[in-house]
């Protein structure tokens, strides 16, 4: 059972900072893997940050650096903390579920497209610009 709801989206100038939120209830939650992933306009759906069953933590190349991925056990929310935001950056963000007993670099490694549907959140909107 997974049920995944974001928030912390918003419009944002370059160099900005944003906080996402992600509350999530999940089945034998301290077991799974929780990432970020996002969609631009006209790409495809990419990881950008996990933190996984372990506690590791990794992030996309793109985004290492700036962002950072963390999560209050106590609560079951995951966040991402979003710094020195650029107009690339601008996308659909999703809190997804990406499997259990997966460390951060394995939930990474993941095709978007192989996790199930149910496991995504409805996303919440970034726009970085001037």
């Known amino acids: 059972q997974v049920q995944l709801s974001e928030s912390g989206g918003g419009s944002v100038q370059p160099g900005g900072s944003l906080r996402l939120s992600c509350a999530a209830s999940v089945s034998h939650y301290r077991y799974y893997c929780l990432g970020w992933f996002r969609q631009a306009p006209g790409k495809e759906r990419e990881g950008v940050a996990a933190?996984?069953?372990?506690?590791?933590?990794g992030y996309s190349d793109s985004v290492k650096g700036r962002f950072t991925i963390s999560q209050d056990n106590t609560k079951n929310v995951l966040y991402l903390q979003m710094n020195s935001l650029k107009p690339e950056d601008t996308a659909m963000y999703y809190c997804?579920?990406?499997?259990?007993?997966?460390?951060?670099?394995?939930?990474?490694?993941?095709?978007?497209?192989?996790?199930?549907?149910?496991?995504w959140g409805q996303g919440t909107r970034v726009t970085v610009s001037s």
């Open positions: 933190i996984g069953s372990d506690g590791s933590t």
């Open positions: 997804v579920a990406v499997g259990p007993r997966m460390t951060a670099i394995q939930a990474l490694s993941v095709m978007p497209t192989a996790i199930p549907i149910g496991n």
